[in-house]
């Protein structure tokens, strides 16, 4: 088994392998013994190709790992208004973002404040664009069509 074939379902896998034993004392017919000496073997044979699997998994995690740390990034800086669909509570969201060449998005840093704080969100924004001269700016705080 190698370590794509743990993600069948999709993009997540989850791993189990479980067996049932009577303790052998127990176990008073041969057929029995016999019985749990198979399955014991057949545990044993998932979990060695379980591992097998996740060693794999693993080296392809380090694949990846020096692949995230070679792949050049730009900073970007949101101020992003947010607004709950069931409270109707509104929320501002500054944040330090790498943005990748290949187009994946990683928050660095994130502070979340309430509406009632929309001033200091203003402000710690303000303060984070002046400490980083040039950076790429995505200011996002105006009521959308649907709120009004």
């Keep these: 088994m190698s370590w794509q074939d743990l993600f069948w379902r999709g993009r997540e ?12 004392d127990q176990l008073t017919a041969p057929e029995r013994v016999a019985y749990y000496d198979r399955s014991a073997a057949e545990t044993i044979k998932r979990l060695r190709e379980t591992a097998e699997a996740l060693e794999g998994y693993r080296q392809a995690l380090a694949a990846r790992y020096a692949t995230l740390a070679a792949t050049p990034y730009e900073y ?31 928050a660095e840093e994130s502070t979340t404040y309430p509406g ?22 995505n200011v996002d705080i105006e009521r959308k069509a649907w709120e009004r």
């Design 13 to 24: 896998a989850e791993v189990r392998v479980s067996g049932y034993f009577q303790h052998p």
């Design 76 to 106: 970007r800086l949101d101020l992003v208004r947010h607004r709950g669909w069931y409270d109707k509570h509104v929320t501002y969201t500054v944040a330090l973002v790498r943005v990748y060449q290949d187009g994946h998005e990683e």
């Design 116 to 137: 009632t704080q929309r001033r200091e969100a203003l402000k710690a924004f303000e303060a984070l664009q002046r400490s980083r001269p040039g950076i790429k700016l």
